[in-house]
Nanobody, 123 residues
Framework: VQLQASGGGLVQPGGSLRISCAAS????????MGWFRRGPVKERELVAA????????YYTASVSGRFTISKSNAKNTVYLQMNSLKPEDTAVYYC?????????????????WGQGTLVTVSS
């Protein structure tokens, strides 16, 4: 599966942004989808994930209640809606896919990666 992320940009603290990831290649519904990020001084972390059926989601504690992951099987696209953004959310955001038989909450299970999209939260 090939992944193409888009939608990053500059946003003020407290603002919102939605980033997208379009998938192509193998059947989109065979994969869990996740959003990772790597900040200026942080290691890569799994931010949000959604299982292949779209029925279950995972969020890391720092974004829970602010970010929402969703997917459209019709459009082969996964989204990350980010609200109440903070400067510490500044990072390169990557989308990734994991085969459906893996635990979608474990970052190590993601084998397929797209290029990153930069999100900068600054006034």
């Amino acid at each position: 599966v090939q992944l193409q992320a888009s939608g990053g940009g500059l946003v003020q603290p407290g603002g919102s942004l939605r980033i997208s990831c379009a998938a192509s290649g193998r059947t989109f519904t065979d994969y869990h989808m996740g959003w990772f990020r790597r900040g200026p001084v942080k290691e890569r972390e799994l931010v949000a994930a959604i299982d292949y059926r779209g029925g279950s989601t995972y969020y890391t504690a720092s974004v829970s209640g602010r970010f929402t992951i969703s997917k459209s099987n019709a459009k082969n696209t996964v989204y990350l809606q980010m609200n109440s953004l903070k400067p510490e959310d500044t990072a390169v955001y990557y989308c990734a896919a994991s085969d459906y038989f893996n635990d979608y909450r474990e970052g190590v299970n993601y084998d397929y990666w797209g290029q990153g999209t930069l999100v900068t939260v600054s006034s």
